[in-house]
Nanobody, 115 residues
């Protein structure tokens, strides 16, 4: 599975931004969970959100109510809609796929939120 994330950019606090992650090599129907993680400079990578093959979602407390994860299996794409962005959301965002018990990571996309 190859994952390609896109959609990052520079926004001001309070604005919205959408990320996309396209999976190549395997249909999303075969992939179990898809998730988004992020890593800020000097910090460890942290969990952001997850969506199961059945569409169940889960969010980190820091983004719950502001971020929304969704997936379109027909397009092999997972989305992350980020609303009410804060400067502390600044990070490189990575998508992850879980298939047959193995984790696959894509290259990240930079999100920068200015105050």
């Amino acid at each position: 599975v190859q994952l390609q994330a896109s959609g990052g950019g520079l926004v001001q606090a309070g604005e919205s931004l959408g990320l996309s992650c396209v999976a190549n090599g395997r249909s999303l129907f075969r992939i179990n969970d898809m998730g988004w993680y992020r890593q800020a400079p000097g910090q460890q990578r942290e969990y952001v959100a997850l969506i199961s093959n059945g569409g169940n979602t889960n969010y980190a407390a820091s983004v719950k109510g502001r971020f929304s994860i969704s997936r379109d299996n027909a397009r092999n794409t997972v989305y992350l809609l980020m609303n009410s962005l804060k400067p502390e959301d600044t990070a490189v965002y990575y998508c992850k796929a879980v298939l047959d018990g193995r984790d696959y990571w894509g290259k990240g996309t930079q999100v920068t939120v200015s105050s």
